[in-house]
């Protein structure tokens, strides 16, 4: 059963990937929308099944590398955690198959396409489904992988070939880290195995090592390493400039990878490692510190974006941002409420302005858009829901997940907390800000396209909208409805089981009314006021942006990040090499070595055949001065 | 064992190649290009055969066999263990896929180079089961006859100086490893390894046998700073040669480490660790520095190759199991996955007529399954999980790990370069918008090319997922060298307290 869910996808993959081009374009994308849905049925039964009967399992499939110590095998654990994540995973990842029937229908590459979204979802599941870190890494760079293929599909495009590298590569900055901490994990413990590992934890716990020349401890030291790792799947500070860089790729993509599941996976470790966690208080400040500072960063430099889908990226950033604090605050499982809510809703945005895009004939830039509401009224509508669930709109599903992260934020009670509670509310009324931007830029005010007439702008195909309601559903009622499994309240006591771990009780007091209130109510209000100011009375925000030009101008290039790494590491790394090539191989190695030992041969052969003139009279001079030589020596012995 | 069945593996190439040079039906070329496959596939059936009849849970030498040749001086004697099974199959494997390869670049003498090719195969075999230092070294600089003269008549415009700079750098370790072998019978009365492996050598002495061996080894690994020769023989080297070269004659110093270094002067290895992790260090970055910013492919892959090596004698002095079979699966992948990798840039060359990156770009266009098997190999040169590229590696780091933290975190980094040279490689050269009008003309892999790449890409990906066929065969002869290195260092550091 386990194994249907794994194996669908990468049967998809293989069947469209290699013989697409005998199947034809529809049914490559009837098989592979087939094989992960049935996938997704299957996901949702063992979803069910755990939280009814406590089903949990770890099917081991086969060996797959043993030496010396290290033992690792290929398997299938099923846990309420990974339950959750492959509900999430197949079901947003059929939806976007079935979109992308209809979104990618004048690309000549569809079957290669929905082969690489297959191969995706079959790298997802194995990253989700692991028990071990071994396996973890490996579904780890699959999914960096498929990521890479997908930024990277419309080959042609210079932009999107440099996106796709430098995803891949700033994700192997963060998988050096990974690695690292995998090293560390099997030096201290002896083991890869989760299980092994986290029942050992404790007994560590207060085990020192020199690292790099520093006394650390060891478990705080697995922890930084894996959370790097964490960092760039995740898109947070400093690792964060390849994602809004990933928009390159087509629009289902950025919903089903980079916004509903893949850069959830750093997420994902932290919660699966809690056990370890639980025992490094100081790195999960920092993972507060980090995940808050990502959201209020990415929200802010969203204000100042127009690109349609880069605004929505940088919102990925920084919900993901909330989710991070909210573990770095200990509600690992609140963390994960705001994962699968946020996929919903984040899918929905997306491929919302998937639709957006296609109606406007591949335009992104929001200010030539607006007034179209009338045109595109369904995809509106969705966008409308996306929206209010994003920014926490009271009963929708954000509403419920984003508010319970400030809550515990503030519970946590030390400064970080309270910390992190204050820039919680403030990023909120920031996303409130730039997601009605978006909208209101998008739909109403004048129609601002040159380009094309107003009446060539039309509505998607069903087959686009129809996923976009499906999620649509989930963005309105799943945190209502998934709340009380989540917070493991009412018929749900004791849902995580072991899967999360908790060294004290997640408290159950609640924070004063006004903290509670204080965020709905600011977001409601932040509706008129960005009507006011991006619609009514445009000349606010045009003073605005000229009376403070250096921080918009700030925002409005993303603090700077990319061209401060091209210098720092792009262009010194082209600097170094060239150096080291022409400099050190060229001019001291090779003109010391081989070519200095040959011209040092070539030099005496020369000197030796000026011996040789072929004049009589110099080898009888020569012979001449040798014989007498001899002779003195002889006679003065 | 009544079958000498080692001296077969050995002589059978040998014999094939007299015959293409002797008889006269062979000068066709075809059927001296049929007759080569035919016998090189034999000794392919052949090794695989010794594979299955191998035990591997057993550590000593299996299969020995023994010679007087000079009576009480050398002997001949060739044996396997775990460690070098491996390097004949991948040798015997390696082989064939070669002959597929050669065609018409090969414009003239192709008989002889099929000869050059096979006689090589045997003096690889012989290095990889001998047994006896002299005959090891017999086969060991004989191997780089053929090498020399496959540069030399059948390369690319510079072949003579490259040819030159190989044989310089290659002469001087030799004639050190030389005159360390026969200090080292004026020791001890004998070159037979296993009893070498008993008797122990001096520790007084080992530190000058473990230098002059690894002035050999260094130079064919080849280690940072001897490297250069390595870009240079491989840009001038026709395809076939630069596969042989990167899949299995660069293994031989690989596995002259673990035969030699470790088993015949443990002192010496534990006191020269130091200065290997510092010289792979330096070969892991500073490779990867240069390859990225190469505007040759053949250079790029050959300074890759360098940085690959950079792991594997890392791996090996760190004297942990994951460490050593990382570094044998490390070699093993690195053959497959080099070799398949010099072979995609022959199809390109072959076309096109040039090694230059910048004269390429989006052959994905009219090449959509080179396009594919190129992508394999270039993710299994970056190490990505799932192909042999990353088990290597991997094995490595963690040994490395184990020993020095230090030294294995800015291995990692090498790791992180990798990927980037690879992928620019690759996007410089598959995608992108056709500019240079030669690009629009090509054709996609005709039926042999497909056969190689696809083989190789199957096999690459096959161990990458299930890599217990290969770590099994090498753990126990793995642990049981560690166990004789461990002996060794403690009775030496019990006899100096």
Redesign the interface.
Known sequence: MEKFIIFLPLSAAIISGFFGKIIGNRSSQIITSLFVSLSALISIYIFYDVINNGYTNNVVI?????????DVN?SIKIDQLSAVMLVVVTLISSIVHIYSIGYMSHDPHQPRFMSYLSLFTFAMLVLVTSDNF?QL??GW??VG?CS?FLI?FW??K?TA?AA??KA??VN??G??GF??GI??V??IFGTVNYEEVFSQVFIYADNK?????IELNAINLICFLLFIGAMGKSAQIFLHTWLPDAMEGPTPVSALIHAATMVTAGVFLVVRCSPIYEYSPIILNFITIIGMTTALFAASVALAQNDIKKIIAYSTCSQLGYMFFAAGVGAYNVAMFHLFTHAFFKALLFLGSGSIIHSFQNEQDINKMGGVYKHLPYTYTLMIIGTLALTGFPFLSGFYSKDLIIEFAYLKGNTFGYYACAIGIFTAVLTSIYSWRLIFKTFHGEYSNKNQPLSSIHESPMIMLIPLIILAVGSIFAGFIFKDLFMQQGSFIDFWQGSIFFLEPLTTNHPPKEIVYLTPILVTISIPFSYYIFLKNKSITDNLVNGNKPLYLLLKNKWYFDELYDVLFVKS??F???Y??KK??GLI??RF??DG??SLFKYFSIKAVKFQSGFVYQYAFIMLIGFSLILTIIIIN | MNFPILSSLIILPTIGALFILFSRSSSNYNAAKYISLFISLANFALSIYLWLLFDSTNSSFQFVEEKNWIHGFINYKVGIDGISILFIVLTTFITPLCIISVNSTIKNKLKHFLVAILFMETMMIGVFCSLDLVIFYLFFEAGLIPMFLIIGIWGGERRVYSAFKFFLYTLLGSVLMLIAIISIYWMTGTTDVIELYQLGIDSKYQNLLWLAFFSSFAVKTPMWPVHTWLPDAHVEAPTAGSVLLAAILLKMAGYGFIRFSIGLFPIASEYFVPLIFTLSLIAIIYTSFVALMQEDMKKLIAYSSVAHMGFVTMGIFTMTPQGIEGSIFQMISHGIISAALFLCVGVVYERMHTREISKYGGIVSVMPRYAVVFMIFTLGALGLPGTTGFIGEFLILLGTFKVNFTVATIASVGVILGAAYMLWLYRRIVFGEITNAEVKKLVDLNRSEMIILSVLAIVSIFFGFYPDPLLSTTSASVEGLIELFNMNVKIYTASNL
């Open positions: 086969a060996k797959w590398i043993s030496s010396g110590q290290l290929w071994l890494f490996f760079e699959g992988l890479y990277g080959f042609k210079p070939n796709a590298i891949f590569i192997r900055v998988d050096f690695a690292l090293f560390l099997f030096y090592l020199n690292f790099l020349g790394s082209k170094l090499g060239k080291l090539w050190i191989d190695i090779d070595g081989p030992l040959s």
